[in-house]
């Protein structure tokens, strides 16, 4: 054993870095923040005191302060913000549907088509361009600029609820939170197929696909991917599709979209995981056209982060957040109602 970092996985898409480290037989008492500052070459002395007092260091299993000396063999554990990217932020005036805030967080809606940050082909019109012009002169935390705030993320055609961290406690409080899933998120998707099961658990590691780099693969087995697992719930059934409640304990890239893909019920009219085509029902001409109807009116993955549930970084209240299905998904529904009721009427 040794004390050299041992990354493990990072929790809600990449946003946060965990490390662990194991110190020598011979290592001398030494101050923890002085000891991860050595070791951490990307972060000051202040942001590992910051960790600190945020809970985020975590020694034998408990959580330290910054003064708290480290002895041989010691197992510690860090959760930090991964080091920012280059690129430039440009506050825009992009209108925003917040859904609460206060001096230390900010909870919204996010629409479909937007972006949450910026990166390669999407410098302009992201939510983290209207935030900064929101927020005006909202410094940005240490560690975390490039990204202001971001706890986590969806996909640019997922909609739903998200948290935004306004300051550095909250946002590392948060990041633990989410890492620790002691945080609860649930979404609600519509689904290719008439799911076997009431309810169930799917298990199995996520990393990017062999064949198509743009998009990611399930790992059941071996040591490739990251762990992800998914809780589902059968809310309505329609026979050719499914309405479901997905709770996630990890946050993995396209984790949902991935893993309802792998259990063989693909995303209603989700491009990249093949949902996009008709592959439940009858022949005919006339249901056909009602799925390519369907498609139309939502064009793009039929997927919604419907609750957020979290313990309050600054006063530890419990706070959940929900939100009403967004209109183009709505809309879908209501045709299958509809569709429902008339096969029932048929039979």
């Given at each position: 054993m040794s004390d050299q970092p041992q990354e493990v996985e990072a929790e809600e898409e990449e946003l946060f870095e965990h490390y662990k480290f194991v110190a020598d037989k011979g290592q001398?008492?030494?101050r923890?923040?002085?000891?991860?500052?050595?070791?951490?070459?990307n972060s000051s002395r202040n942001k590992i005191q910051q960790a600190a007092h945020s809970g985020n260091i975590v020694v034998n299993g408990e959580v330290v302060k910054p003064n708290y000396k480290v002895k041989p063999m010691d197992e510690i554990s860090i959760v930090m913000p991964y080091p920012p990217t280059d690129t430039e932020l440009i506050p825009e005036d992009i209108p925003l549907d917040i859904l609460y805030e206060d001096d230390t967080l900010l909870v919204l809606n996010k629409p479909s088509e937007m972006v949450v940050h910026p990166g390669y082909g999407n410098s302009s019109g992201t939510l983290v361009n209207?935030?900064?012009?929101y927020f005006q002169n909202l410094p940005e935390a240490e560690g975390n600029e490039g990204r202001p705030g971001l706890v986590h993320r969806l996909d640019k055609n997922t909609t739903g609820i998200m948290v935004i961290a306004k300051t550095e406690h909250a946002l590392s409080h948060l990041g633990k939170q989410f890492f620790d899933r002691t945080s609860d998120r649930r979404y609600q998707a519509l689904v290719w197929g008439d799911m076997k099961e009431d309810e169930g658990k799917i298990e199995?590691?996520?990393?990017?696909?062999?064949?198509?780099?743009?998009?990611?693969?399930?790992?059941?087995?071996?040591d490739i991917g990251k762990t992800a697992i998914t809780n589902y719930k059968v809310l309505k059934r329609y026979g050719?599709?499914?309405?479901?409640?997905?709770?996630l304990d990890t946050g993995r890239t396209h984790q949902i979209r991935v893993h309802s893909k792998w259990i063989g019920h693909p995303l209603f009219n989700?491009?990249?995981?093949?949902?996009d085509r008709i592959l439940k029902g009858t022949s005919f001409t006339k249901y056909k056209q009602f799925?390519?109807?369907?498609?139309?009116?939502l064009p793009r993955q039929a997927l919604h982060a419907?609750?957020?549930?979290?313990?309050?970084?600054?006063?530890?209240?419990?706070?959940?957040?929900?939100?009403?299905?967004?209109?183009?998904?709505?809309?879908?529904?209501?045709k299958w109602d509809k569709y429902l009721i008339g096969r029932e009427l048929e039979e």
């Open positions: 001398a008492v030494l923890i923040d002085k000891f991860l500052s050595l070791r951490l070459a209207g935030l900064i012009h199995g590691n996520i990393w990017r696909s062999h064949k198509n780099r743009k998009v990611m693969d399930v790992f059941p087995e071996g050719y599709v499914t309405l479901v409640e997905y709770k989700d491009a990249d995981y093949g949902g799925v390519e109807n369907c498609f139309q009116i419907k609750t957020l549930a979290f313990t309050h970084p600054k006063t530890g209240e419990w706070m959940e957040f929900n939100s009403d299905l967004p209109k183009d998904m709505q809309d879908v529904l209501d």
